[in-house]
């Protein structure tokens, strides 16, 4: 565990491994939540995620990597709050310029709209790349009150621009069921009965994939702190198969974990989420050793 005083960045890492310039992967803290509907407090997600992370051990025993060791470094974040798109616009806009750099970009959330912006700096990018979205709802509404950048929209907009597959869908209005592909839909209780589902996915998926993970994916027994938490959802080790196969037999060329709602009386949700951002970049950059 490498702790450093001062400024707030993921893993508290001393400034040899978050330098700017030498580091491969970079952290965009987005602190937006003006489209939530229920819980509020999205927006204190990214600071409890970075806040967590300086308490993680930095050696992964399953990939045998200490991968803060390529350089994680953390950007100030995003803080546009005048609407939804101009929200939007400043994510793409930021992202863009950091993989126009080289630099591998996770985007942390704040709210699901925050995804709207990177998913389109990344298609933009990267030819041949779908979008992996983790997430008890499918959040195929056209538009939400008023907006079509509402985090309900998100992959209503998504799926303008680029095919997607969604994974751990639970939770759904009448109208999206319609319009949603069937096909392409993991939905959770199918999960539980399917042993074959992983590579189903992976079946799916383009050679490129962007994930987006909204923490309700997960159950609220291990995910509470959620806008809106809902029973049925995927384990920690569910999780983590599906990723260590995408990563192992696709590109992963970017990802964002949103929609955490801390709770100053049980940290253990903002500690999981850190050390899944983690888990996902030692995957990536240390290797998946699949048995």
Known sequence: MIKMK????????????????????????????????????ADNGPSAILEASANMELYD????????????????????????????????NKVN??????????????????????????????????????DAHSDLRDSYNGSKYSHACVMARAREICPIVQVGIRSIDSSEFKVMNKERVFFAKDIQKNKEWVKGVVRLLSDKVYL???????????????????????????????????????????FDIVELCPNPANKAPDFLASKLLYKILSYKFGGCKNE
């Open 6 to 41: 001062g400024k707030k960045n993921y893993c508290g890492l001393p400034d040899e491994y978050c330098n700017e310039s030498n580091s491969k992967i970079v952290v965009i803290p987005v602190p937006y939540d003006k489209t939530s509907t229920w819980i509020k407090g």
């Open 61 to 92: 025993i399953e990939t045998d990597s200490e991968i803060y060791k390529s350089g994680i470094y953390t950007a100030s974040p995003v803080v546009e709050s005048a609407s939804s798109e101009k929200m939007m616009n400043s994510v793409k």
């Open 97 to 134: 310029n950091y993989i126009k750099k080289g630099k591998f970009a996770v985007v942390l959330g704040g709210e699901h709209s925050i995804s709207i912006g990177s998913i389109k700096a990344h298609v933009e990018n990267y030819n041949n790349l779908c979008v992996l979205q983790l």
């Open 212 to 254: 987006t993970i909204d923490l309700d994916v997960l159950d609220p027994s291990i995910m509470p702190s959620t806008g809106t938490p809902e029973p049925g959802g995927l384990l920690w080790y569910d999780i983590l198969t599906l990723l260590k196969e995408v990563i192992d037999k696709k590109e992963l060329v970017g």
